[in-house]
């Protein structure tokens, strides 16, 4: 290797994702110069805490807890930013790209928040920052999308983009539990993030699902502009009910685009999929993105969500266009041409009307069990403009309240929340109206 | 797009993926222009018959019946080798790499007997050599093993990689029919290449095995040196039993490598799966490939293997990078680094004996129903040293025989040879004994 170009990197954040990637690029140093025709050295890792006890164990020149020691370093390439946050990590990556130097990040919360101003900010300084790990942990999804599909328009692109919510609904379904019995599992398991919200209410995979529609149409949508919902109100009896009908319940990002009004809607909400459906069969803390372009059809890609190792790979890979990108080859992204070709992507295009959106439903209403209920729930479906498909009743004897499970035809969400307005005005009904989306995957 | 680069494209042959891969061009190419960066022009194209009606009509002046009008036009920058077969394929690429073209295929055969000579013929030259259309169509499979999962090694890659098949023995699972009844609708659709054995014996997945084999592991498998098993003798009754023992039969491609003691099996055949495997859904013309890494752990991705469209989208997105190398990007694998890297993969690699390949099996056989026969079969069974882990008995009295169906329990290729062996020596055994393998899935 003598004569090669030492590339050298710096890695703010040495949690669990930071360990990896220093870990590995450590372990397969040889195999990575080999393939990648450069020398590699890890220069630093900065932390908050110096004192804090670390599976990866490093050196203490090897450590700082001055992450401007990495992002001024004139020495250092590539700065992979893995501290998450948004502040921060939003200083940083400017301050390191302003410096020149390439920056890799598996930070999807700042992507989806600032990705407008980062990409801008790569663009003027003729650096490249790259984000494999942001969606869907060791699927090369980004790649897929912005090369190995290159040929393509984007019609739909759905999938699993949450690990922990769908640990959390397999072991509902396959246990028969409650969320709350499960989720405490999964908290001891380190699998829910600290700011709990993320994984539960679905803003970790709002997060992602707006950066792929980004790549595929070119349209930054805000969080505020899309429909959010998490598992929480999730019950047992919703799981068993869903699965007599041959559904699984699954946290959806749905992005679609449609080509003849020029509209997109992304959103993200738990679904009820068919058992049948690949996307079904993704289970416990995998991933699973479904892209159907124009030309090559749906292709489907599932693996390792997270966890230390899936997201080391996805890093890595980007370590490795990193370094062909500091070599002279034309980056994948972000160039002045490139940022036409979103702008043009995303031209004309608007935000679907999120009332109109399209759907099956599934309704969950708790009543008194009293005589004429059914023809009030009924009545109210009815005047919403909802037309019921499937109908149980399950009684519960202690306290003479009944269940009501519904589904619906295909209708709309302004139908749906009409429906839902006149249900809660309903004397018998005693708890809030539940409803989930039932999700008609298209033949592949 | 003033003053950008004009980039010159031929293309030789043009059947069906000649012709998607001209009309998607066409279609799309303000958009793809935008995204490369050039302007891209469709030369010529050539074919054996000028008078032949195709589908995508082009003026007299784009179509020409001389090869190498366009492997030796001066002007042309890209050749897109859609002639299949890998005789005149094979002088034609190496004619236009000579004169300095970047070559785009997806010609499986020509790589898999030809690519050592093929490739090293684009690193003498200081061209590329592209042929993700190669395997698996539509997913971009080669690009993932390659870039999207460069962290990595890979004890396992498996997959279905032959739609043909894939259509014929999904098709002979749903509906209870036997593999002369549906491969006559096979052809009728133009499923079965004319070459039959190519779909039918498994040479065509085999092919494929072979480039996977040596991307992911730096060396070239022969055919002969292969175990390759089609799926021709497959019938109603194999299917019907695997799927009462809770498993589906698909063709698979296994490529296994033992980093202990550095030992590659590269093999071809039908086997059982398990249904709950995501593999196992993966029907029809579908496409599925599941790698294993070191660091990511098991991807999958899935999508349509064939047809003019996907595989048009797996040839232009070729072309993408086409465009990408020759304005200076590093090319993704063949160069004298390159050559080093997969040289070094395979060092020390030996090919694993077949006869040492582990699995269980599945044992069809037809006997006289006879006094005494089943102790006879069990003894041979034993004596082979196989242990049964399930038998069941179908009696025919039409002609009074019976058809036993075995499983057994994990033993090896030397033990399954050596029980066929005893097992058509006894004298009640009145046909051929047929065996499948079980192909256990490793937890994802």
Redesign the interface.
Known sequence: MEGKRKIRIGILGFGTVGQGVWK?IKE?RA??E??L?VKLELVRAAVSDLSKKRGVKLAKSKLTDDPYAIVDDPKIDIVCELIGGTKLARKLTLRALANGKTVVTANKALICEHGDELFTAARKEGVHYFF?ASVAG???II??LR???????FPLIYGILNGTSNYILTRMEREGLSFEEIVGDARDLGYVEADESLDLDGWDAAHKAVILAYLAHGKWVNLDEMLVEGIRNITARDVAYASELGYKIKLLAVIARNFNDETLSVRLHPALIKK?E?MA??DMV?NGVSLT?D??????????GA?Q??T???V??DI??AV?AI????GPLI?E?DE??YR?LGEGLTLAKPKSVESAYYFRLRVRDEKGVLAKVTKAFSDAGLSVATMIQHEEPSDGSAVLLFTTHVSNEAAAAKAINKLEQLDPVIEAPFLLRIFNAPE?
């Open positions: 590995h397969d195999a990575l080999r393939r025709g494999e060791g699927i090369p790649k897929t090369e190995g599909l290159v040929a393509n328009r049948g690949i069969q993704v995998f372009g030309v090559v059809g749906t292709t489907l890609l599932v693996g390792r966890g190792d899936a080391a790979s996805a890595i890979s490795a266009d062909h070599q002279g080859a034309p160039s041409e036409d070709i043009q592949m």
